[in-house]
């Protein structure tokens, strides 16, 4: 498994540092036998399972959100609240520069450290958290600025005090919204991206997908647990799920992925953040010359394309 090789890679750095700072007489022979070994393993990170990729997706360590905003963006400001009742920190929303023009950016994020992790509701949003998105790309309408979401969420907060505050209700009018706007829309997912909580900032022109992310309509427990009645074959779930960027862009739901370095996208996420920037410009290029109308035609026929429909 994916685990155990990056364990062992992890292993294998530390000790390739401790050496390169030693003085030992066999220093550079060892060194040239790790780096050898190293090559090895990254080797066999090059085709992996469904399962792996979920594993990955879901890495502590993965780039988030605020990772890709901070490395893609400049002049970030960002906005607060849903201006009807709170401000759910699992959205971060505002607006940016790409390549000196003005964007719309709205994501989930899920934080780093446990700390973070409880902050953000580990990137599942609450009906606060999409109408802040909602409101935010109302004004990227208005003010006609291209909208960039990034997915990265094991889908919205299922409590009882989002249910309460209308969950569905707020999914829903966010798709029904992101459907109707005459702006260019790409969305990145760039961990996971589960039901219907991903769906929400998912109705876009262009769908990008990272090598090893994932995106489907719930997750793979969620499905064992469903069909089996066992979470424990998750593994198996993953893979007749048709969940990895290959599946989707081969249904036609993906339109572009951006390659990983080897092990995943937090072994070298400044490569990672150039991988994905040159996908990016690519992508908003192709939206540039469209109308408004074909822009919102665009976005109907991609979403009726979906399955070879």
């Given at each position: 498994?994916?685990?155990?090789?990056?364990?062992?890679?992890?292993?294998?750095?530390?000790?390739?540092?401790?050496?390169?700072?030693?003085?030992?007489?066999?220093?550079?022979?060892?060194?040239?036998?790790?780096?050898?070994?190293?090559?090895?393993?990254?080797?066999?990170?090059?085709?992996?399972?469904?399962?792996?990729?979920?594993?990955?997706?879901?890495?502590?360590?993965?780039?988030?959100?605020?990772?890709?905003?901070?490395?893609?963006?400049?002049?970030?400001?960002?906005?607060?609240?849903?201006?009807?009742?709170?401000?759910?920190?699992?959205?971060?929303?505002?607006?940016?520069?790409?390549?000196?023009?003005?964007?719309?950016?709205?994501?989930?994020?899920?934080?780093?450290?446990?700390?973070e992790n409880v902050e953000f509701n580990f990137g599942m949003a609450?009906?606060?958290?999409?109408?802040?998105?909602?409101?935010?790309?109302?004004?990227?309408?208005?003010?006609?600025?291209?909208?960039?979401?990034?997915?990265?969420?094991?889908?919205?907060?299922?409590?009882?005090?989002?249910?309460?505050?209308?969950?569905?209700?707020?999914?829903?009018?966010?798709?029904?919204?992101?459907?109707?706007?005459?702006?260019?829309?790409?969305?990145?997912?760039?961990?996971?991206?589960?039901?219907?909580?991903?769906?929400?900032?998912?109705?876009?022109?262009?769908?990008?997908?990272?090598?090893?992310?994932?995106?489907?309509?719930?997750?793979?427990?969620?499905?064992?647990?469903?069909?089996?009645?066992?979470?424990?074959?998750?593994?198996?779930?993953?893979?007749?799920?048709?969940?990895?960027?290959?599946?989707?862009?081969?249904?036609?739901?993906?339109?572009?992925?951006?390659?990983?370095?080897?092990?995943?996208?937090?072994?070298?996420?400044?490569?990672?953040?150039?991988?994905?920037?040159?996908?990016?410009?690519?992508?908003?290029?192709?939206?540039?010359?469209?109308?408004?109308?074909?822009?919102?035609?665009?976005?109907?026929?991609k979403f009726r394309s979906i399955g070879g429909l």
């Amino acid at each position: 498994m994916i685990r155990e090789r990056l364990e062992v890679l992890d292993k294998l750095e530390k000790k390739i540092a401790s050496i390169r700072e030693s003085k030992s007489l066999r220093k550079q022979e060892r060194l040239m036998n790790l780096k050898t070994f190293k090559q090895d393993l990254l080797a066999e990170c090059k085709e992996l399972n469904p399962a792996e990729k979920v594993y990955l997706a879901r890495h502590l360590d993965r780039p988030r959100t605020d990772d890709y905003v901070a490395a893609l963006f400049t002049d970030f400001f960002p906005q607060r609240g849903d201006h009807l009742y709170d401000n759910d920190k699992s959205i971060l929303g505002g607006i940016g520069r790409y390549h000196g023009q003005a964007v719309t950016i709205v994501g989930q994020r899920k934080g780093h450290t446990a700390k973070e992790n409880v902050e953000f509701n580990f990137g599942m949003a609450c009906p606060e958290g999409y109408r802040k998105a909602m409101r935010i790309m109302e004004q990227a309408e208005k003010f006609r600025r291209p909208i960039i979401t990034f997915v990265d969420t094991p889908g919205a907060y299922p409590g009882k005090e989002a249910e309460e505050h209308g969950q569905g209700e707020a999914i829903a009018r966010s798709m029904a919204f992101m459907s109707k706007l005459t702006v260019p829309v790409v969305t990145i997912v760039i961990g996971e991206g589960n039901s219907g909580g991903a769906l929400a900032l998912s109705v876009a022109n262009r769908i990008i997908m990272l090598e090893n992310s994932v995106y489907s309509v719930l997750s793979p427990e969620g499905f064992a647990s469903i069909l089996w009645k066992d979470a424990s074959r998750h593994e198996e779930a993953c893979e007749i799920m048709k969940l990895t960027a290959e599946d989707l862009k081969e249904a036609k739901v993906a339109d572009a992925i951006v390659e990983e370095p080897l092990g995943g996208a937090q072994r070298n996420p400044k490569l990672q953040f150039e991988y994905l920037d040159k996908v990016l410009e690519k992508e908003l290029e192709s939206l540039k010359g469209l109308s408004p109308a074909a822009l919102r035609e665009d976005r109907f026929k991609k979403f009726r394309s979906i399955g070879g429909l």
